[in-house]
T-cell receptor, first 113, second 112 residues
């Protein structure tokens, strides 16, 4: 596709469930980022990949959050034992290289009940 | 620490000009980005400044002063469709992957 795609667009989980969020970056983009956006706030950095290597995971809020990009293309953000405070929009972005303009996907809105 | 400040909300009239200010204090800097985000949609790129001065792109202009840690986004000839959240973001240095540190966003309402 022409842009970054994410699935699902909406996810409702019961507290304690595990969820997996998928990101398909723009073809050929080396860099991939995950951000978390709470209502009325700007996005907050979670983690960064360069190809398949996770070079920065300093923004992951707890060890319940895990991200991977095994073949340097599609990425998955997994949240284990979801909590209510995990409710947010999870945005994925990709860029051609480090420091280049980032193109964002539409996000996955996660609601934890 | 990282600190990026911008006004929470602004209101302007259709056809007018509005300036959205952003101040930043960050431990690294590789450029200042502005993104537009309509409700429920992805942020979309508007502008990028890495050197001091004004960058103009159609109805949108962005200014940067690195010594003052200050940027603004100028929107001219406002249209109703410009009602959106405007996000100021600092691009971090290469050894941090170029990740973006965002401000909270400025919610702009354009009135007829």
């Amino acid at each position: 596709g022409a842009g970054v795609s994410q699935s699902p667009r909406y996810k409702v989980a019961k507290r304690g469930q595990d969820v997996a969020l998928r990101c398909d970056p723009i073809s050929g983009h080396v860099s991939l980022f995950w951000y978390q956006q709470a209502l009325g706030q700007g996005p907050e950095f979670l983690t960064y990949f360069q190809n398949e290597a996770q070079l920065d995971k300093s923004g992951l809020p707890s060890d319940r959050f895990f991200a991977e990009r095994p073949e340097g293309s599609v990425s998955t953000l997994k949240i284990q034992r979801t909590q209510q405070e995990d409710s947010a929009v999870y945005l994925c972005a990709s860029s051609q290289g480090r420091g280049d303009e980032q193109f964002f996907g539409p996000g996955t809105r996660l609601t934890v009940l | 620490g990282q600190n990026i400040d911008q006004p929470t909300e602004m209101t302007a009239t259709e056809g007018a000009i509005v300036q959205i200010n952003c101040t930043y204090q960050t431990s690294g800097f590789n450029g200042l980005f502005w993104y537009q985000q309509h409700a429920g949609e992805a942020p979309t790129f508007l502008s990028y400044n890495v050197l001091d001065g004004l960058e103009e792109k159609g109805r949108f202009s962005s200014f940067l002063s690195r010594s003052k840690g200050y940027s603004y986004l100028l929107l001219k000839e406002l249209q109703m469709k410009d009602s959106a959240s405007y996000l100021c973001a600092v691009g971090m240095i290469y050894n941090q992957g170029g990740k973006l540190i965002f401000g909270q966003g400025t919610e702009l309402s354009v009135k007829p």
